[in-house]
């Protein structure tokens, strides 16, 4: 858009210089013509669009005419509107040179307002007059009306809009108590249908498949919620709370199982699947970058190779919610000597054939 006006300009001169070596009678013929071409076109726009270029451009031409003689030119806009273009160019090139070079108060420090914002964050209760008190406590003495253009600026909206609990907010603070489990199936070379039933912990984002069948009956699914519970039992891990979907093979027994050990069961809404969406993904992840890429002969090679991805997601596949950490293996410690970055040695691990690739420093 800034670069329009000048190309405008340049284009101009070339057509004026154009217009110098050509008689009257040319002039008045071509003159004629644009004024017809002007008069269709204006019969098929009713309201042209310009851009302000093309408006810089009109006014600087047209401003000297007389207005008698603009009201006789076949215009795609008014005499009086040029005539205001003309004016507000001039306007705004006066204000720009009046204009003082510091107008009003000083902006507020940069780490005042990140400070606004990281409390507002963290304490959706909070309107700009409790965080101006909370200001005021650690010594930072700044207006409350400071407080509420600041949050005004950034789009938050007031404490009372704040505080209802959004089912991600709900998922963000519970993640240490969640556990989400749902069912996905998948076709062998010979047209049966096996479905497997996996769950997910939130916080750790480590799987477990729980197992795979044919017929999912209620005595299976019953049997594999008894073998949840030992496995949570056995990992010391404090789950309270299932998320599911309304799937007809949950039987009652699934959820009078995990409710002995205190998990409580939530639903999920009908035909909403992004209420458990971090399962939902992974699911995803594991048609993508295992079952599409696999020819799964039986139930056998199936389990088989659910086990050995599970090893891989759990141990291995970095994850963006963890910073690139995996959900049963720490980050490293960064490598900070020059010399040893310019002597890797980075060997790869193949699981299933090669369809998964490992990479680890050799030792």
């Known amino acids: 858009m800034l670069l329009r006006l000048p190309y405008l300009a340049l284009s101009t001169a070339f057509s004026f210089i154009r217009l ?25 726009i009713e309201r042209p669009q310009l851009t302000w270029p093309d408006r810089a451009l009109l006014a600087a031409l047209l401003h000297r005419l007389p207005r008698a003689q603009l009201r006789q030119l076949h215009l795609i806009v008014s005499p009086d509107i040029l005539l205001r273009w003309h004016r507000n160019i001039l306007r705004r090139r006066h204000a720009r040179v009046s204009r003082p070079k510091r107008p009003g108060r000083p902006r507020t420090i940069r780490s005042i307002r990140a400070l606004v914002l990281r409390l507002v964050r963290e304490n959706p209760g909070w309107g700009y007059r409790r965080v ?71 916080a750790t984002r480590r799987v477990r498949i729980l197992g795979t069948t044919a017929h999912p009956t209620a005595e299976w699914v019953t049997q594999v919620a008894r073998n949840l519970a030992m496995d949570i039992q056995d990992s010391r891990a404090k789950i309270k709370y299932l998320i599911r979907d309304r799937d007809v093979r949950y039987p009652a027994g699934f959820d009078a199982v995990l409710a002995a050990e205190g998990i409580e069961i939530v639903r999920t809404g009908v035909r909403m699947p992004r209420m458990n969406a971090i399962l939902e993904r992974w699911i995803r992840s594991c048609r993508s970058e295992l079952l599409d890429r696999t020819l799964i002969w039986n139930q056998t090679h199936l389990v ?53 690739h490992e990479y680890q420093h050799a030792a």
Not at 325 to 346: F, G, H, K, M, S
Request: net charge positive; proline share 7%; aromatic share 6%.
């Open 132 to 202: 101006h008190g909370e200001l005021a406590a650690l010594g930072i003495r700044v207006a409350a009306s400071t407080v509420w253009s600041i949050l005004k600026e950034h789009g938050i909206p007031p404490a009372p809009d704040r505080q209802h609990t959004t089912w991600a907010a709900f998922l963000r603070a519970q993640a240490e108590a969640i556990l989400a489990a749902d069912f996905f199936e998948t076709k062998t070379l010979t047209g049966a249908t096996l479905t497997v039933l996996a769950v997910i912990e939130h």
């Open 304 to 356: 088989h190779t659910l086990r050995e991805y599970e090893t891989y997601f759990n141990q291995h596949r970095p994850h963006r919610a963890l910073a690139g950490a995996a959900p049963l293996r720490p980050l490293p410690e960064p490598i900070t000597d020059p010399a040893q970055l310019t002597r890797l040695n980075v060997r790869r691990r193949d699981r299933l054939g090669g369809i998964l």
């Open 20 to 44: 110098l070596p050509m008689s009257d009678r040319t002039k008045v013929l071509e003159n004629l013509a644009l004024r017809h071409q002007l008069s269709v076109l204006q019969r098929q």
